[in-house]
Nanobody
Framework: QPQLVESGGGSVQAGGSLKLSCRMS????????MGWFRQAPGKEREGVSS????????RYADSVKGRFTISQYYAAKTMYLQMNNLRPEDTAMYYC?????????????????????WGKGIQVTVSS
């Protein structure tokens, strides 16, 4: 099964940018949905974005559309989340996730229940 490790988090001021990376190791195949989630203190885990490895179809939460971009570089087994124009409300622990192999693509909604493998998370803090 794949292992996932996030990197690239940190602290920025509002309006700044960060780029998160998720490196996959272990047995990685195509036909998976990959995603980014976040969880702020006292809040439920929220789906941020997803990408289907086979065709790079992407989905975004409304709260990040136009500001965040998900991408992948399969040869390097790495997924990215470019976050621009960050806001204080983006402050959270960010998690990388992967589904089991599927030929159905990613669901239209970014749900944690659709993902089977998770990274340990990385902190993103945006100050005003």
């Amino acid at each position: 099964q794949p292992q996932l490790v996030e990197s690239g988090g940190g602290s920025v001021q509002a309006g700044g940018s960060l780029k998160l990376s998720c490196r996959m190791s272990g047995y990685v195949t195509t036909g998976r949905c990959m995603g980014w989630f976040r969880q702020a203190p006292g809040k439920e885990r929220e789906g941020v974005s997803s990408i289907y490895i086979n065709n790079s179809t992407t989905r975004y939460a409304d709260s990040v559309k136009g500001r965040f971009t998900i991408s992948q570089y399969y040869a390097a087994k790495t997924m990215y989340l470019q976050m621009n124009n960050l806001r204080p409300e983006d402050t959270a622990m960010y998690y990388c996730a992967a589904s089991r192999a599927t030929n159905r693509g990613c669901s239209s909604s970014i749900l944690a229940s659709d993902f089977d493998y998770w990274g340990k998370g990385i902190q993103v803090t945006v100050s005003s």
